[in-house]
Each structure stands twice: as structure tokens, then as C-alpha cells.
């Protein structure tokens, strides 16, 4: 039974601070068209740490993020944070979290050091949480500059530090490095970094594998609104191997593997195919078996980049869409 009280204590029983079972979103498209934004979508998010919510433009993240956050109502499936059921029981738990889904508002002829006093006395924070937040976004020193002279990198790290305010246990961010040049996206990554070996629980919304392989501790992989893989970076890694298998007809040996219990995906090119395997000798022999002869056969050691973009390369092309008028 949950432990939950109005103080927000964690549900000992999920340990996770962000769980989402089935949840579907649709929109009604103007052509009254049923677009399928999130389908079926199990997130579950440990404590500690920065979990990455990876996925290709129109998979589905801001749509869940707005979701959990009580900006948009799902259309089914159950949500929790903190353990605690949301929308319902989000008055008791949004203190607790921080959250960078659009541009904040800030004031461009106020400082920095200004804008975050304002916001900090409007929810009755002391003033000392505001210069922690400086430090911690890495902005001592800039704070007195005016907002409207702040570069988009530093206007990202402002908005962090916004967030800090409320000393969050769970900071959500919405790809807080688009836009950014290289320096500014390491400025953030190295935010993030930070905040999350003080203990805060990250979500890290991304399209970009590179950097965010960089911070991750786990991570979640979405395409076209789905669970793809999730687990820690490591085991998604691990997860990525696979064996290139070079045949002169990939279709019939996938459908040979594939009823021999193997996990087989389309090759990078017309005449192979990726076979997830710790038994290569094994693909061999039934390929040979059913004479289907390998021209080749090798380890695909990849990074996680490559993993998603293999992963997610079937669901770039659009969006679910049923009924309405075509
Ligand atoms: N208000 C809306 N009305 C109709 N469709 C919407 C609406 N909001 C989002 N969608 C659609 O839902 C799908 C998921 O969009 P979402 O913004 O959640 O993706 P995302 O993964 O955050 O993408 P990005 O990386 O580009 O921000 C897209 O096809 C998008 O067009």
C-alpha cells in the first residue's frame, strides 16, 4: 500500500519517480483526423540521476512531459510522480518539481540577479536560494548583466536556474540545449551533470544521442509515441550489438532466424540484415541448413547514436493517424 502523505514522501513501493502505464494521447487533427501522439507509452524514471527521454522530432516527448505536468489531459493510461497519482494528486507533488517546457517569461530589462529575486519572493523562497541557483547554472559573475543582453545559452541556464528556486527533487527538461552552439551546449550538459550527482532526478528530453550519452545515467527511447528500449545506458548499449549478416536474400533468412527465435532488423543495405545474437555460429548453420550461403558476417560494436537512429529509423516517417476524412 502507499506510504504517501501530503508531505510528498516517496511511494517505497515503486521507488520511481516518474511512472506512466499505457498512456495514450490523441489529438483531433483539423481534417477530423485522429492523430496518435503517445501509444501505450510504459515510462518508468528511477530516483537519482539524469534519465534521458530520447526520440526523434514528433515522437511524442513534449506531448508526454506536458502530460505529466498537468499541461495537457491524456486521452487514457494512468500516470504517477512521487508514487503519487497525477492529474489528481498534482497540487501535492508539483512543488517538488522543476520544469523548463517552454520559454519562461523574464523580465529583458530587469537583471538576471532581479528576475530570479522576483520569482523567488513570489513563492516565498529566501533570497539565498537565489544566489545557489546563480552558482549552480554557473552564472556568478553574469548575474548582474541585463536579461536582454543574455545569450541563448545563458537565457537556458537562467531558466534552470528559475527551476532551482523551488529546490526541486525532479528537474524536467525540455531539449534545453535546442538551439544552442557547441559552447553553449556543453555549458548545459555540464549543468546538468552537476545537478544531477547532487542528487536532483533528471529528465532530459532529447533528439540529439550525442550529447546526451555524454550525461545519462539511464535512458528512455521513443519513437512514433512508443517504448522502443529503456534501461541504463549501458544495457542499451549492450542491447545495440548485433551481427551484420551479408546474404543474397535477407528477406527469406530474416524469416528463417526469425522463426528460429532471433531478433533480425532490416541492414544498412539491400543484401544484409542486423541479427541480435550471442550465437553467431548458430546463424551460420541455420542459414547454411536452409542453403542460404553468408558472403559475410560481422560484429556491429555501435555507440548509442547509431542504436537510435536504428532503432527509431522506421518512425521518422509520420505519425499514426485513423479515421476522419481523408
Ligand atoms: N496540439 C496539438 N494538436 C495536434 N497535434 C499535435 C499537437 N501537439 C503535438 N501534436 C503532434 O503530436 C506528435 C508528437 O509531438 P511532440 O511535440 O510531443 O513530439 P516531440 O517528440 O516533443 O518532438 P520535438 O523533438 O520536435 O519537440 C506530433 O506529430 C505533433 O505534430
Not at 261 to 273: A, K, V
Not at 281 to 310: C, H, K, M
Request: proline share 5%; with cysteine.
Amino acid at each position: 500500500m502507499s506510504t504517501t502523505s501530503d508531505l510528498g514522501v516517496v511511494d517505497t513501493r515503486h521507488d520511481l519517480i516518474i511512472e506512466t502505464t499505457a498512456l495514450r494521447k490523441e489529438f483531433r487533427t483539423r481534417k477530423g483526423q485522429t492523430r496518435v501522439a503517445v501509444q501505450g507509452l510504459d515510462l518508468a524514471v528511477p530516483a537519482g540521476g539524469v534519465h534521458g527521454f530520447l526520440g526523434p522530432n514528433g515522437s511524442g516527448k513534449t506531448t508526454t512531459i506536458r502530460m505529466l505536468l498537468g499541461l495537457a489531459a491524456a486521452t487514457s493510461g494512468t500516470m504517477r510522480l512521487f508514487g503519487r497519482p497525477v492529474p489528481d494528486e498534482l497540487p501535492a507533488v508539483i512543488g517538488r518539481v522543476g520544469a523548463v517546457v517552454e520559454s519562461p517569461k523574464f523580465s529583458p530589462n530587469l537583471t538576471a540577479r532581479q528576475n530570479l529575486l522576483l520569482l523567488s519572493r513570489s513563492i516565498g523562497g529566501p533570497d539565498a536560494r537565489v544566489d545557489e541557483a546563480i552558482e549552480t547554472v554557473g552564472l556568478t559573475g553574469r548575474d548582474g548583466d541585463r536579461f536582454r543582453a543574455y545569450s541563448l545559452g545563458m537565457k537556458q541556464r537562467l531558466a534552470i536556474a528559475a527551476t532551482l528556486l523551488k529546490d526541486p527533487a525532479l528537474l524536467i527538461l525540455d531539449e534545453p540545449t535546442n538551439g544552442l552552439d557547441p559552447a553553449g551546449i556543453r555549458e548545459i550538459r555540464d549543468t546538468i551533470r552537476d545537478l544531477g550527482e547532487r542528487g536532483v532526478t533528471v529528465l532530459l528530453s532529447s533528439h540529439i544521442l550525442a550529447e546526451v550519452q555524454q550525461v545519462c545515467t539511464s535512458a528512455t527511447i521513443i519513437g512514433n509515441g512508443r517504448l522502443l528500449a529503456s534501461g541504463t545506458v549501458a544495457d542499451l548499449l549492450a542491447g545495440g550489438s548485433a551481427y551484420r549478416v551479408d546474404v543474397a536474400s535477407p528477406g527469406e533468412a530474416r524469416r528463417l532466424l526469425d522463426a528460429a527465435g532471433h531478433t533480425t532488423r532490416p541492414g544498412p543495405d539491400e543484401h544484409s540484415l542486423l541479427v541480435d545474437t550471442e550465437a553467431p555460429a548458430e546463424v551460420t548453420r541455420l542459414l547454411g541448413e536452409a542453403g542460404i550461403w553468408l558472403a559475410g558476417l560481422s560484429a556491429q560494436r555501435q555507440d548509442l547514436e547509431s542504436y537510435f537512429l536504428e532503432l527509431t529509423a522506421d518512425d521518422t516517417l509520420g505519425q499514426a493517424t485513423t479515421g476522419g476524412a481523408a
